[in-house]
């Protein structure tokens, strides 16, 4: 039971608790007062929302994929998705009540193809490595 135990720490250390600190920081940063500057570019806000996105999709993906011994890839990725999209209409629903932020579809819409990007990658990435 010990040795049980300290496997099933040890597991989520390694695979939830990256996901989990990305999340707060994620949280963290939305919880400030936007900044007011001009984007170098045009639509570069949703391309650092997708970034930041993948990133989740993909830590999200490699935590549900250390779950199981042999998980349907299906079913992980489609899992992957619905939580970092909804993570990220969390996010923006957040946002909304944070001074000089707004929530905005676009930014929920560039989240979650973010996400998917991120888990599409992460599946290729994690494909032939066992979870352990």
Aim: some cysteine.
């Amino acid at each position: 039971m010990h040795i049980v135990f300290n496997s099933q720490i040890k597991r989520f250390l390694i695979y939830w608790l990256p996901a989990l600190v990305y999340c707060l920081i994620i949280f963290i940063q939305s919880s400030f007062p936007a900044t007011e500057h001009i984007p170098e570019f045009d639509f570069s806000d949703k391309l650092l929302h997708a970034a930041v996105y993948a990133g989740l999709g993909m830590l999200l993906y490699r935590a549900l994929n250390a779950m199981h011994k042999r998980p349907s890839i299906a079913s992980l990725v489609v899992l992957s998705i619905f939580m970092t999209t909804l993570y990220g209409a969390s996010d923006e629903v957040h946002q909304y009540f944070v001074p000089s932020r707004h929530a905005e579809f676009l930014d929920f819409a560039a989240d979650a193809v973010g996400g998917i990007i991120g888990v599409m990658v992460a599946v290729v990435f994690f494909k032939n490595k066992p979870s352990q």
